[in-house]
């Protein structure tokens, strides 16, 4: 299996690129400088810059960019609507690293996290910006999406305890009544998703046990 995993650099892409590469998966690393992730192989080049023939022959792509101040946030959706695009009419499937304020919170799924949540102001337009992200998504019958959402808790620095609980579009609480995961085991699931290809066109959600 081949992948590929844009903007690997990051906390999230660098962990996902670590559990690839440790199944024996096959793994390019796009990134702008130079490659810190434990890739095989890299493109050097700006995620607004790849093409349709930069994704040719991956089984799956891996878009894990992020954005954090309010001049920039911009990218995460603009980033998963130009990777959809260079990925339109292929069988390459598409992993979006997203964000948990999109998960509904009722059965009618008609108010979200971000609906009941007093989100910290720094933190809104981020939120807002990984819900764009889905609902452009959404839009794209031609392309193999699949978003993984993670737990509203998502600790950078978290344990990796190799397991996690699958979800799909309501938020998931854990055994102890908590919305928490570490990028480690999310980076499990993002690779178990990949492996097995079972939620295509779909949103799913992780949480810790």
């Not at 979006?96 to 009941?116: R, W």
């Not at 950078?156 to 854990?174: D, F, P, S, W």
């Not at 995961?181 to 949103?203: F, L, P």
Request: no cysteine; charged share 25%.
């Amino acid at each position: 299996m081949k992948i590929a995993v844009v903007a690997a650099n990051g906390k999230a892409g660098k962990l996902i690129v670590k559990e690839a590469v440790d199944r024996g998966i096959e793994v390019t690393a796009f990134v702008r400088g130079k490659n810190e992730s434990a890739a095989q192989n890299e493109v050097a080049k700006d995620i607004f810059d790849i093409t349709k023939d930069d994704l040719a022959g991956f089984d799956a792509v891996v878009d894990a960019a992020g954005a954090w101040t309010p001049d920039t946030v911009h990218i995460i959706p603009d980033a998963a609507k130009h990777l959809a695009e260079q990925l339109r009419n292929t069988d390459v499937r598409f992993l979006v690293v997203g964000g948990a304020g999109s998960l509904f919170v009722n059965p009618e799924h008609t108010q979200t996290v971000f609906d009941v949540t007093p989100f910290p102001e720094a933190a809104v337009p981020v939120v807002k910006a990984h819900q764009t992200a889905l609902d452009e998504l959404r839009k794209y019958d031609d392309v193999n999406w699949t978003y993984v959402s993670p737990a509203g808790d998502f600790q950078a620095e978290g344990e990796r305890t190799g397991k996690y609980i699958l979800g799909g579009e309501e938020l998931v609480l854990n055994s102890k009544g908590e919305s928490v995961i570490s990028y480690a085991d999310y980076a499990i699931a993002m690779v178990d998703e990949i492996e097995n290809g079972n939620h295509i066109k779909q949103r799913i959600s992780v949480v810790s046990e």
